[in-house]
């Protein structure tokens, strides 16, 4: 306290005391030491200078560093006339919304007695007082546009029903992501108003009613009790589901790529730990590609979902969200494998179904036989494959404590059987082989099995039909198998290069006997490289193949026909010398292509849009380098609260008084 007070204070503090000191205290600490700034703090700011931002005046104070990252942070950027147009429809729907949410209770439907969207005439007479209220209670007056709520109640699911229409599209367009526009929602706190809805009550039916509901009653009637023939139930709330199905549409796209808005819909995340497809769907939004969240996630949330398959049977959406929180950003979250594992088994017959008895293994031959199965993206096929799917993601990474549960799951002879079969699909193959990839080969113990019997060249015998399959029908691609030349192209070649390239591979003496497959897989490969429709990701697939096949070839000391290593070997010089022709173009380019100013062309000096993106990385990095002296400040505050009098010297009258 000694020796940093008086240098520092002794220079700034003393000339500004007894004029800046107190109001600082009084009016700046406050919010600062609670972490909370006023909603007023919050603004926009518009190049046209439409609207200004109040906290300039503010921001330039003693504590600048406490306050300017939040606020800026917060602070949008209306850099065209569009964006200003933009602002003015969010503010206006958003103020609609927030009305109508508030007054829910007067145009949600509770019973029967609504008719074809009209109010009775008692409750027309309420309607009107609730115009009358409508003006005291809006937010916000625009100009001269006030939000109200409509006396006729079908009008009010119409208008939230579109506001939530504009909302979602503002955030994605074309399947990209707009980040200029959900920071601008999220700093006017729409997912807020949004999230309010949600918890709106409205008439639902149960799910067993539902379920009673669905069957013919007077088929199956002896077969149930009188009473529940006899339930009561409520006129579902279509129009509300609707809105409902908005809501959540529009939280998926307001989190879609967005790990900050992600953040801010993982502190509600109780409210969507409830049983229901929408919850799944935008739960899995929440956690899409963010490897802080995943790594983050609770046990309680994995045993929802778990428990959701369980008690509301057998959908996809549930597998899916599992299926995203093991991995993220390309990474394994090793606990999140753990724990769906656990969850997984502990869930028993319930959530796991593989078909591979004797009794149920010709009812899924039978679902690959069927478009109709094969079509339903939510039946029972679809989970079968999902559910292999999510296994083989546990086991991804080299887990060696999911590898081991997975293999007495599914065991090499129930996959060799349905992989082989004539009926197999390739959207089944794809997972099993996949499943067979990362379970048996890419694994961080060895899996004795897969290299000591015969099941992987029964495999790779049944892939060489498949190869042979996708190079003669390159002629007519309106009618090519898209799903079995990605399985070729992709999941084949990988599980091959894995397996000759495995360490484990290399004591097995299974190559010496199957020599042929062997020179039959690499010929394969050469033939389906100089077909016309694989894409560059396939193409390098590939390519990845035949390198780990000739390179097995050469140390093992397989002999390969002449002219096939002469095509191998031509294969790689021109892939080596176009590799360095492409990095030689790719230098002269940037070497000619300095920076020029578009107001040649005609066009804007300044890419508004790129200041706008990385105005964002500015407030980081400002932030960044404002926290250390931050933490002095509030350290150097508090002293002073405590000890004022050691900002005078010793024995003046200042420090005795």
């Excluded at 790990?259 to 730990?273: A, Y």
């Excluded at 609770?298 to 093991?326: A, D, K, N």
């Excluded at 090519?480 to 894995?498: H, K, P, Q």
Aim: hydrophobic residues 40%.
């Amino acid at each position: 306290m000694g020796s940093i007070l008086p240098p520092v204070m002794g220079s700034i503090l003393p000339p500004v005391m007894g004029s800046i000191l107190p109001p600082v205290m009084g009016s700046i600490l406050p919010p600062v030491m609670g972490s909370i700034l006023p909603h007023e703090m919050v603004s926009t700011l518009s190049c046209d200078g439409i609207h200004p931002v109040p906290v300039m005046g503010s921001i330039l104070t003693p504590v600048m560093g406490s306050i300017l990252p939040p606020v800026m942070g917060s602070v949008q950027l209306l850099v065209s006339n569009q964006d200003v147009d933009n602002y003015k429809q969010i503010k206006a729907d958003l103020d609609q919304l927030r009305l109508t949410v508030e007054k829910s209770e007067l145009w949600v439907e509770k019973s029967s007695s609504y008719e074809n969207g009209e109010l009775g005439e008692g409750q027309a007479k309420g309607g009107e007082e609730t115009n009358e209220e409508s003006n005291l209670l809006s937010p916000v007056q625009d100009g001269t546009k006030t939000p109200q709520i409509d006396s006729n109640k079908g009008n009010n699911y119409r208008i939230v029903k579109e506001i939530l229409i504009r909302l979602s599209k503002l955030c994605v367009q074309n399947k990209k992501c707009r980040n200029q526009h959900q920071r601008l929602l999220k700093n006017m706190g729409a997912h807020s108003v949004v999230l309010d809805l949600l918890q709106i009550p409205y008439e639902k039916v149960c799910p067993f009613t539902i379920f009673l509901l669905q069957i013919p009653m007077r088929r199956f009637a002896p077969s149930f009790p009188a009473f529940l023939l006899q339930i009561p139930y409520e006129k579902n709330d279509e129009k509300m589901n609707e809105v409902m199905d908005l809501a959540h549409t529009f939280l998926q796209n307001f989190c879609r790529g967005n790990p900050q808005n992600q953040v801010l819909l993982h502190k509600h995340l109780n409210l969507f730990l409830t049983p229901g497809l929408l919850e799944a769907e935008t739960m899995r939004h929440i956690f899409m590609n963010n490897y802080h969240l995943c790594n983050e996630i609770s046990e309680r949330v994995v045993q929802h979902f778990v428990h959701c398959i369980e008690t509301q049977g057998r959908h996809v959406e549930y597998l899916r969200f599992l299926q995203t929180i093991v991995k993220a950003d390309g990474k394994y979250v090793k606990k999140c494998q753990d724990m769906v594992m656990t969850e997984l088994i502990n869930g028993g017959e319930d959530v796991l179904i593989f078909y591979n008895d004797r009794a149920s293994f010709p009812i899924l031959l039978n679902m690959m036989c069927s478009e109709r199965a094969r079509g339903d993206e939510s039946g029972p096929l679809a989970y079968h494959i999902t559910l292999v799917e999510l296994l083989a993601a546990c086991t991804e990474g080299k887990n060696v404590y999911t590898e081991i549960k997975c293999n007495s799951l599914l065991p090499l002879d129930d996959i060799v059987r349905v992989v082989t079969h004539d009926d197999c699909i390739p959207e089944v193959k794809i997972a099993y082989v996949n499943f067979v990839n990362h379970c048996y080969v890419d694994t961080e113990v060895e899996m004795k099995e897969i290299y000591t019997s015969n099941h992987i060249w029964k495999l790779l015998e049944n892939f060489l039909v498949d190869m042979a399959r996708v190079c003669n029908t390159t002629t007519d691609r309106k009618h090519a198998d898209t799903f079995l030349e990605r399985c070729v192209t992709e999941s084949v070649m990988n599980i091959v290069s894995g397996f000759f390239n495995s360490p484990f591979s290399d004591n097995s003496t299974s190559l010496q006997t199957h020599q042929p497959v062997f020179i039959q897989l690499l010929q394969s490969a050469f033939r389906i490289y100089n077909c016309t429709w694989p894409n560059p990701s396939q193409k390098a697939s590939v390519e990845s193949c035949i390198r780990a096949l000739a390179e097995v070839a050469k140390n093992r000391g397989i002999a390969i026909p002449v002219d096939l290593e002469g095509q191998v070997n031509t294969l790689f010089m021109k892939n080596h010398s176009s590799t360095v022709q492409r990095a030689a173009m790719g230098w002269r380019l940037s070497a000619r292509s300095g920076p020029r100013f578009k107001e040649a062309l005609g066009g804007p000096a300044w890419d508004y849009r790129n200041i706008i993106e990385k105005l964002q990385d500015v407030v980081a990095s400002l932030e960044q380098q404002f926290s250390p002296m931050m933490q002095a400040e509030f350290s150097v505050l508090v002293d002073v609260l405590y000890s004022p009098e050691l900002l005078f010297p010793e024995g003046s009258d200042a420090r005795i008084r």
